[in-house]
């Protein structure tokens, strides 16, 4: 069985005192010690090198120029070694478009399922959009009549082509049996596919037509009532594509990538899917709004500069009655508008407004000081487009879920991402969705039920997106949000989403290197980390895991031990046998801990110097995210320690 062994002969990297070392394949090996004591230089500088550098070498030479080469380790040999895959905690993400929910991959599958499962809501009048068929047609026409007989026409439209005459293409549907056909507009043409009466005796010929005047009217059909004289009244429209009848609005089909904001055909344009755009600051223009407009309630016109927007301002506000003596605050917002926006152009001799006098400003922006009072007004605010959702509006109108749903996964935290319109639609947009904390997307997906026929892939996908959001719980980061951008995570979180991710991807034989992966996890979540582990192993992995966690070490198949001491007095093997084996060791440090023959903390440790008893930094009234209004005082000259479980504020 000379496979299922990663054999390593004389590994001498860094403080490595040449070790001969054998470990075992599909096993969750902890690596311990105390720090410097040669832990990473064997886990990472060597093991994890090593596979890497392989795996890297069985690439062509093409393709390796544009991949990390690592050095050869220092090492005599080293068999058996699968390919190898490290998740440290290095944060490398410095980019805004890189979120928890791209990191995760869930962003790309939650635009797949919501291209093929969520439904289109009409931005006019809030109806869900269909594609019709004749069948849902003929079951909306006996809806609609009651079931009484009514008599219908049933028409569709024509557009002449150019270079073509009226009379051309009535004979071109002459020729395909159409003969009652009317202008109906200079380039349409009107043509009566039927004339017949609504009663189930006459359903497979209504169907029949319904079916053929959506092919010749190019998938859209009007069924007009007809009244006692058999006048035509105003038509039921219908249509085959995208597209809200009633309203006349057609809709884009749901490509995936109009659920990414990373995509061109998703992203809004006016921020090009950041959801800000650096711009004016108004906030900061009129700082103080107890102060009026003749007392300076504009700031950048109050320096001799600008003394001239100031007397505009005063003159255009005293012609069109803008009273420029009572407060800021006070004024209506039609007036502030006034203010902001302007009338028309300076050129024009009209009122320019504050913000053609920040688009004049721009036009001068090479000269430093007009540079640098630019930046004191200009702030990164809101996309006022798509109000930060980063999506078209058109995406925001595709739902999943039912308002109960939506309630039920919101409880309480705001709605976003709406889409504009007049009319509450049900459900939650996939910006909803990237706003809500991960445990209660959780939720929202467990009980999520999208309406039959579902479709394979659909359920696969809606299979893959729940034990992600799973995964994601289980490592305790059900606090965190899809949107929340990578570059501010720790390197304890980043380390655990890409564990999720590893186990999402369904990886078999290779071999993970991990370095600490229970650090910044409270003791409760230690448990739930190990399961994940336990389950990467499952599935056919090996691990490899640098770690001081006494919850991680005991969960280990075997523990190495590394010592003795750190630096020059490390780099040995002290110990390498289950943990069971360890706790009876006598030679390990680490057994004595583990057994507690040793703790951490013996000594009463009693603050030194003389600090000021009454120094302190107060906090009152926090907010910030989820810090529910608390006022802290916090003693100055004294080491304070904050706990408490993970994303608990
Ligand atoms: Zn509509
Ligand atoms: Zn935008």
Redesign the pocket.
Known sequence: MGSDWIRIRGARQNNLKNLNLRLPLNELVVVTGVSGCGKSSLAFDTIFAEGQRRYVETFSPYARQFLDRMDRPQVDAIDGIPPAIAIDQINPVRTSRSTVGTMTELNDHLKLLFARAARLHCRKCGRPVMRDTPDSIYARLQERTCGRSQQVLITFSVKIPENFSENEVAGLLAAQGYTRVRRCAPDILEVIQDRILIVPENRARLVDDLEAALKAGRGRVSVHPLGPQGEKNDPWRFSSGLHCADCDIEYHNPVPNLFSFNSPIG???????????IGIDYNLVVPDESRTLAGGAIKPWQTESYRECQSDLLRFARKRKIPTDVPWSHLSPAQRQWVLEGEGAWEEAKWYGVRRFFEWLETKSYRMHIRVLLSKYRAYTV?????????KPEALLWRLGTDADAAHARSGSPASGDHGGAVPLPGLTLRDITLLPLGRCREFFAQLCIGAPLDEATELLLGEVRTRLAYLVEVGLGYLTLDRQSRTLSGGEVQRINLTTALGTSLVNALFVLDEPSIGLHARDVQRLMGVLNRLRGAGNSLLVVEHDPQVMLGADRILDLGPGPGEHGGRVVFFGTPAALLRSRRSLTARYLRGEKSVAPEEIRPTGNPNQDAAIEILGATENNLRNIDVRIPLNRLVCITGVSGSG
């Open positions: 992203a809004c344009p006016a921020c090009r899917g950041f959801g800000r755009i996309c006022p487009d798509c109000g930060g959702a980063r999506l």
